[in-house]
Structures are given as C-alpha cells and as structure tokens.
C-alpha cells in the first residue's frame, strides 16, 4: 500500500483559498487512483474530488463543483486540492485517499492519510 501525508490545512475567513496536498510514497503512485474526502465535527466522512491515475479524468461532490479542484503531479508523487471560495460549511478534516477505482464511495480507497484540518470561519 501507499502512504499518504497531507498538508496545507488552517485557519481562513470565508471567500478565502487554501491548497491541500498530499505526498505519497512509493514507486506505484501512478497505478492509484486518488481521492479527497472530508469529516465534519458529529458528521460521517464524505467524498469531495477524485481524480484518475494519469489526471485524464475528475469528479467532485456538487457541494464543491465549482470551488475545488483536484490535481496531481506523478512525477512528484503528489496530489493537490485547490479550495477557492471556501465556506463555513468546507470545514472539516480533510483526508488524502488512494484507490484502484475511480469511485466516490470511501470503501473504493484502500490507503488513507492521517488528516488535516481545515476550518473557515464566517
């Protein structure tokens, strides 16, 4: 399995932006497709952007279409969530996710970062 680490997380006012990445080790990060997901407080996890293995192809949640956009660098071994226009309801934890499918269901991702918080106050 790959491991994830993400970045970037903090503290902005609303209409603000923020960049998360994730850094993945290994030399199969080409193979997996990636993902971001996010937690709010007393909230299930739920799916915000993924993209697939050679970036040719992205989805995301309708609450962030728009607004974030999922990228990523193979030569560096490196996803990114760009999130413009950030809102009090975008904070959360947000988690980097690896998987052999491009889905929007978490049980399609296999590796998972430890997190990184994102909060946005109004």
């Known amino acids: 399995q790959v491991q994830l680490v993400e970045s970037g997380g903090g503290l902005v006012q609303a209409g603000a932006s923020l960049r998360l990445s994730c850094a993945a080790s290994g030399r199969t990060f080409t193979t997996y497709v990636m993902g971001w997901f996010r937690q709010a407080p007393g909230k299930e996890r739920e799916f915000v952007a993924t993209?697939?293995?050679?970036?040719?192809?992205?989805y995301y949640a309708d609450s962030v279409q728009g607004r974030f956009t999922i990228s990523r660098d193979n030569a560096k071994n490196t996803v990114t969530l760009q999130m413009n226009s950030l809102k009090p309801e975008d904070t959360a934890v947000y988690y980097c996710?690896?998987?052999?499918?491009?889905?929007?269901?978490?049980?399609?991702?296999?590796?998972w970062g430890q997190g990184t918080q994102v909060t946005v106050s109004s």
């Open positions: 996710a690896a998987g052999l499918d491009i889905v929007t269901s978490e049980r399609g991702f296999t590796s």
């Open positions: 993209i697939s293995w050679n970036g040719g192809r992205a």
